[in-house]
């Protein structure tokens, strides 16, 4: 799967408002719903991205609270995804995100057009799927 065709599907998503436990993209007709983990497997899944010829959606966990318990989400993405050194990161790779010294929030990193990298997410702060510069 090339990274730009992830970013595309990414970025297809913005607008998309936040929903807890959703993986529903926009549409001309809905405004669809996810949350940060439910959108990366909505990529994942409408890219038919397998992980340890799994697909993504197959092991979705629907239980976990709205209130982040800052363990269970890095190990399940440590059980099926391979960790990289955040310095071999590349537009396309998913990065989780300690929040509150927590790792609790997950996003794609992107790339504009002059190389700069961006966060793509559903950020509860913007309601929903936004891009955005990423920096230190």
Known sequence: ??????????????????????????????QGGCDCIGFIIGV???LDIKCNGVALSDIDNKNYSKVPDGKSLQAALDKYLTQIDLKNAKAGDILLLKINKYPQHVAFIGEYNDGSFSLIHCFIQARGVVEHALDD
């Open 44 to 46: 994942a899944t409408a």
């Open 1 to 30: 799967m090339s990274r730009t065709k992830i970013i595309t599907e990414a970025r297809s998503w913005i607008g998309t408002r936040i929903h807890h436990q959703g993986m529903v993209k926009k549409t001309n007709f809905s």
